[in-house]
């Protein structure tokens, strides 16, 4: 009987051992997950349009113009005047000019001119004139150079001898060519054409055209 117990437990023994090696030998599986590599590339955030309100600023870049609604110029102009219709008998003179216009827009103004010219007859005599006119200016453009176009009307006094005839008629029409010299200044030279007429109200057959071609050159001052 004794012997049975122990041939028993040596059995038992050599069987814990047998499972005891089989344990070890037998893989160990990690049931956890697998975490994958994120291998997703980082999208790179998206660039902005630029700000349109910038793209208007510099889109809507002022444009300087020398003149404008406003702007203001005094002239003044020294020259010729040369008689048109005289037959001869009076000669090339001197011819002053005083004026101020003052813009509407950048190509339109207004305003008005005082002159005064002198010729001598064949006989010495003098003829005196003292015109003032107003009307309007068109200027257009190139670069710095500018070209005012003149139409203007008004009256005049007239003395021839020592006779005096106030007021008559006077129109004009001038044409110019101007360089801007800086902001404030601009030299050129200009033509006019002036019609000066003589009238005689108690004698009608008196009545005499006056035309006259004066030459210039001129300085404006722009404020």
Known sequence: MKRFFSILIILLGFTNLFFAQEAEESPVFDESPAIEEDTAVEEEPAVEDEDPQLDEEISDVYVYDANGAGDQFLKIS?????????????????AATLGYYR??????????????????????????????????????????????????????????????????????????????????VSLGASSDFLWIPQLFARNPSKNFNGLFQTVNVGLRYHF
Do not use: H
């Open 103 to 184: 813009f509407l827009s950048k190509n339109i103004a207004v305003g008005g001119e005082f002159g005064a010219t002198y010729n001598l007859s064949i006989g010495e005599k003098v003829l005196i004139m003292i015109p003032f006119t107003f009307g309007i200016m068109y200027q257009p453009y190139i670069n710095k150079f500018e070209f005012p176009l003149y139409a203007e009307i008004g009256f005049a006094t007239q003395t021839w001898q020592s006779m005096e005839i106030f007021p008559t008629f006077a129109a004009k029409l001038s044409a110019g060519a101007y360089y801007r010299v800086s902001d404030s």
């Open 78 to 94: 020294l020259g010729g005047i040369f008689p048109l219709n005289f037959k001869k008998q009076l000669n090339p003179g001197g």
